[in-house]
């Protein structure tokens, strides 16, 4: 079934965090100026649905919760606050520690916040004439050439069978697609094919 950022989060105030697993965590508040308006999280919960439309990036607290780091565009720590990647709306869903009620949609602007997890950096990037967050794969983004990473996960309705004894009842479900990879070559994202010799004509064609 699936599972909202509200089932993660609720109950875990600062003071809760502190006391279960006797630790210090930063109050920094978060700037207003990188949260868009609060946003109504769906309750993933009762839509009865299979899976998740969330990555699973359990960093902070030996692991057990989404906390993420909020870097600007020169890698300067900005904040830390519960994160959690939301692959089917392409959102990062955002509250703050000494908040845990509130949500917001990270602003997304090309090039702009770094968001860390223990192992994984995402970024937004433009591509396809959309916005969309990727993991960078590579030591950072900033060189020629950056290997990144795009996750996706789609919403599959129910489907009835309509007494069908051959076609079995299909629930809703979230399911995450195969990962597909991209090369960022002085600013232009370019999916990465599968002939080695495309690949190679591709760098070629940058330089």
């Known amino acids: 079934m699936a599972i909202s950022i509200l ?10 965090i502190k ?7 930063s109050s920094r508040k978060l700037p207003k100026e990188i949260l868009q308006t609060p ?34 565009k020169n890698m300067q720590h900005i904040g830390s606050a519960f994160v959690i990647y939301n692959a089917y709306t392409d959102y990062m869903e955002i509250s703050a520690f000494e908040d845990g009620v509130d949500y917001y949609q990270l602003k997304a602007l090309p090039d702009y916040l770094y968001i860390v997890f223990r192992d994984k950096k995402y970024r937004a990037y433009n591509y396809n004439n959309k916005l969309g967050y990727f993991v960078i794969l590579s030591e950072n983004d900033w060189e020629p050439a ?14 009835k069978s309509s007494g069908n004894s051959f076609v079995s009842d299909t629930p809703a479900s979230f399911r995450r697609l195969k990962d597909i990879y991209y090369i960022k070559i002085n600013g232009d994202l370019h999916e990465v094919s599968k002939n080695k010799n495309a690949t190679i004509e591709l760098f070629k064609s940058k330089h």
Do not use: A, C, H, W
């Open 39 to 72: 946003i109504r999280v769906p309750n993933y919960e009762n839509m009865k649905s299979e899976g998740s439309p969330y990555i699973s990036n359990y960093s902070g607290l030996k692991k057990n919760l989404p906390v993420g780091k909020i870097f600007n």
């Open 146 to 159: 950056t290997l990144l990473k795009k996750e996706e996960i789609i919403y599959l309705k129910e489907y």
């Open 19 to 25: 006391k279960k697993y006797n630790t210090q965590i």
């Open 7 to 16: 089932f993660f989060l609720n109950g875990f105030t600062q003071e809760s």
